[in-house]
């Protein structure tokens, strides 16, 4: 059985940082990419970052750039976010996701459509 297990939310004052963590379980690790989306009230869900370690392929949305860090951790089956210099803007529960490697990724091409399995959650909040 899938299972991801995000971790690492919480309420932070703007220009703070944290470090989303998540934890996957049931398939192989290295024959997916693993990827962070976001929702915020009244938004549509939103990709933010993806990791394909096999393809050594990483995404970032325009509006993350510079700002948050995509990383994976094959040994222990886990992908971290790290969030820096978070605006109140960056308010949205943050989602863990993964789907296979040919459904996710081709040609320098991340297709966000393509990941099936999702974690429960984890809500960021940033105060102005």
């Known amino acids: 059985e899938v299972q991801l297990v995000e971790s690492g939310g919480g309420l932070v004052q703007a220009g703070g940082s944290l470090r989303l963590s998540c934890a996957a379980s049931?398939?192989?690790?290295?024959?997916?990419?693993i990827g962070w989306f976001r929702q915020a009230p009244g938004k549509e869900r939103e990709g933010v970052s993806c990791?394909?370690?096999?393809?050594?392929?990483?995404y970032y949305a325009d509006s993350v750039k510079g700002r948050f860090a995509i990383a994976s951790d094959s040994a222990k089956n886990q992908v971290y976010l790290h969030m820096n210099s978070l605006k109140p803007e960056d308010t949205a529960v943050y989602y863990c996701?993964?789907?296979?490697?040919?459904?996710?990724?081709?040609?320098?091409?991340?297709?966000?459509?393509?990941?099936?399995?999702w974690g429960q959650g984890t809500q960021v909040t940033v105060s102005s």
């Open positions: 996701a993964a789907g296979p490697r040919d459904r996710t990724y081709n040609r320098s091409t991340f297709y966000l459509t393509g990941f099936e399995y």
């Open positions: 049931g398939f192989t690790f290295d024959d997916y990419a």
């Open positions: 990791i394909s370690d096999n393809d050594m392929a990483i």
